[in-house]
Every structure is written in structure tokens, then in C-alpha cells.
């Protein structure tokens, strides 16, 4: 098969397994934050959300890691020089930190189906971040194909990530100080009117 055929078909399984790895990261934020619902809520809810991050696994991400895995084995059998240049070596590096990323979602998954709940909403969005920084290091890497100026890339990405998560904990103060402002005027009005 031309080589440019087997690139095409590694970007998009490469494409398809990031959008399965940061979806299935959300629904483990959404069937966490469903624990704190009343208990029949929360039973449709989890139920619901394992039954998606079930399907999304097992039909989507994992097929798709194996396919753009396979995929990219199948350039370097092609094309072995990309073996010998120090870009390849660093991105081949985040790849087998995204493994590990993976294999830790694996885990989390696991866990959920079971209902086992131990990470908080908030460790799960941060740990979203991990394959953000994995995603723009790799991008940089590839198109620069530069050993030292993906860094810069990836620097902006934790600064804007930090910048990101700094902002949703200061919504979330400000929306909590509203929600706890209006409950104290409504107390206030009905001790008033009594």
C-alpha cells in the first residue's frame, strides 16, 4: 500500500483514539459528579454513563489505539530512517506516555464499572489535561519535526491549561458566593415577612 495511503489512515486512528481518550475522561466526570444526586437519579445516571463509557472503550478507543498503532508500526517498517532522527525518538516518547495514559483510563474504567468511585471531578479534569499536553507535544513535534521546539508548544499549552483551571475555580467561587448570597436574601425576606 503507498505510504501516503498508511499515513492518511494512521492520522485518522490517531484522531478517533485522542477524541476516545478525552470523551471517555468526561463521562468519568459526569458519572462521578451523578454520585452526589438524590439515589434514583443518580442509579439512571451511572447506569447510563457506564453503558456510553462501555461502547466509547470498546468500540471506539480501544480499536482506534490499535489501529493507529498498527498503522504507524507499518510507516516505520517503511520508512526505518525516521528510526534514526532525534524528533522521532522524543515523539516516540509521548506515545509511550499516552500507553500509559490509556492504560490508566483502562483502569479508571474498570473501576467505574464496578462503581468504584475514587477520583473527584476536579483530579479527573486535570488529568484530561495529560492528554492535551501529550496531543500538542506530539503535533509540535511532527510538524516542526525539531527535538527542542516543541517545548515551547508545549509550554503554552500547561500555561493556558493552568490559565483554564484557575478560571473554573474562580466561576465556580463566584457562582457558589451568587447561590449562597440569594439563599441568605431569601432567608432574610422570609424572616421579615413572618
Not at 463521562?27 to 462501555?54: G, P, R, S, V
Not at 495514559?101 to 495529560?130: M, P, T
Not at 507535544?137 to 527542542?148: D, E, G, Q, T, W
Request: charged share 20%; with cysteine.
Amino acid at each position: 500500500m503507498n505510504f501516503l495511503y498508511v499515513k492518511a489512515l494512521h492520522i485518522i486512528f490517531v484522531v478517533t483514539w485522542f477524541a476516545g481518550l478525552f470523551y471517555i475522561v468526561r463521562l468519568f466526570i459526569y458519572h462521578t459528579e451523578a454520585e452526589k444526586k438524590d439515589e434514583t437519579a443518580k442509579q439512571i445516571l451511572q447506569n447510563q454513563y457506564k453503558l456510553m463509557q462501555k461502547r466509547l472503550w470498546y468500540i471506539i478507543t480501544w480499536p482506534s489505539a490499535i489501529l493507529a498503532s498498527f498503522f504507524a508500526f507499518w510507516m516505520l517498517y517503511q520508512n526505518p530512517v525516521y528510526l534514526e532522527m532525534p524528533w522521532m525518538h522524543v515523539k516516540l516518547s509521548f506515545v509511550l506516555a499516552l500507553y500509559f495514559y490509556h492504560g490508566a483510563c483502562h483502569s479508571i474504567f474498570k473501576q467505574l464499572q464496578r462503581d468504584e468511585i475514587k477520583y473527584s471531578a476536579l483530579k479527573l479534569r486535570i488529568w484530561n489535561e495529560v492528554a492535551t499536553i501529550i496531543l500538542f507535544a506530539v503535533v509540535f513535534l511532527v510538524v516542526l519535526k525539531s527535538a527542542i521546539n516543541w517545548i515551547w508548544g508545549v509550554i503554552g499549552i500547561v500555561l493556558i491549561s493552568v490559565l483554564l483551571m484557575l478560571s473554573v475555580r474562580l466561576y465556580k467561587k463566584i457562582r457558589n458566593k451568587k447561590s449562597w448570597d440569594v439563599l441568605e436574601k431569601e432567608h432574610t425576606d422570609k424572616h421579615n415577612i413572618n
